[in-house]
């Protein structure tokens, strides 16, 4: 079966960005899924620090980003809410080729994804019966 994953809305805590449902699959009798991560300010506040400029990260809402170690996951998506928008073509230069992809929430209300995002985590994007992001 699908794993399927909520991606909170970054300004409403009662509210999903999208439901994204991760493929699953057996190895050597075990069930694996693909790892999944979010990095954002919604939680524990503006954390993430622009190494480039020394200031908190407030371009985006969240950065989500799917691939096959959660470890990894968990780092890439932290790169790309530092490096805003260019993030997502940062991911796919250096690691698309391995299998990582991503989405993001920008503070205008879009979601944006990798090119190959909505292929490797079919999505269903609440338009309608979601709150539209702030």
Request: charged content about 20%.
């Amino acid at each position: 079966e699908p794993w399927r994953v909520g991606l909170q809305h970054p300004d409403d805590r009662d509210a999903l960005v999208l439901v994204a449902e991760l493929p699953t699959t057996v190895v050597d009798g075990v069930p694996t899924a693909m790892g999944i991560a979010t990095s954002g300010s919604y939680e524990r506040g503006a954390h993430v620090i622009d190494g480039r400029t020394g200031l908190a990260c407030t371009e985006l809402g969240s950065a989500t980003v799917v691939g096959p170690s959660i470890a990894d996951a968990d780092a890439y998506a932290t790169i790309v809410y530092a490096l805003g928008e260019p993030g997502l073509a940062w991911l796919v230069d250096r690691m698309g080729s391995r299998g990582y992809e991503a989405c993001v929430t920008t503070r205008d209300g879009r979601l944006l994804t990798t090119p190959v995002f909505d292929l490797l985590v079919p999505a269903w994007r609440h338009e309608g019966t979601a709150p539209r992001l702030r």
